[in-house]
């Protein structure tokens, strides 16, 4: 299978809308959120292309170190980031381990170093963390992360990658 991360658009919304309630339905989030990303970073939202359509995406941003911001919120832009925070990397079962996920990581922490960002930081959730640890991340224990996690479930931990 051939698959190609490319620049998400305000068209790619509906589809995105749709491979979140396939790839994340325990974690439900409105269509508003997906334009709210796009809108806050367009640089760090892209889709990831594929035969027969979008494959997965990705949404990032610039945002506050140890501060996730919970599920489902449409966010303000922030004017001193702290971090470049990964919303979301979701991609259907078929295109895991393709690559598409490391490629789409190293594009992202070039994209961050650019932006002077010390770190890059996530939730990662659904068992996705040795995926993250892969990548350059570390789980990141902090009890006062505990209650920023809660809307994320049980199993959610919040990951931190050092850019510098």
Known sequence: ???AWRAMTAADLPAVKTLADIIHPAFPESAAVFANRLALH?????ILDGHGGPK???LSHPWHDCSPPPLD?????VTSPSTYYIHDLALLPETRGSGAGAAIVGILAARARTLQLPNMTLVAV???VHFWQRQGFTVTHDPALEAKLASYGDQAHFMTRDLT
């Open 1 to 3: 299978m051939i698959v």
């Open 42 to 46: 367009p640089a760090g939202c892209e």
């Open 56 to 58: 997965g995406y990705v």
């Open 73 to 77: 919120a449409v966010l303000e832009p």
């Open 126 to 128: 659904n068992n996705s």
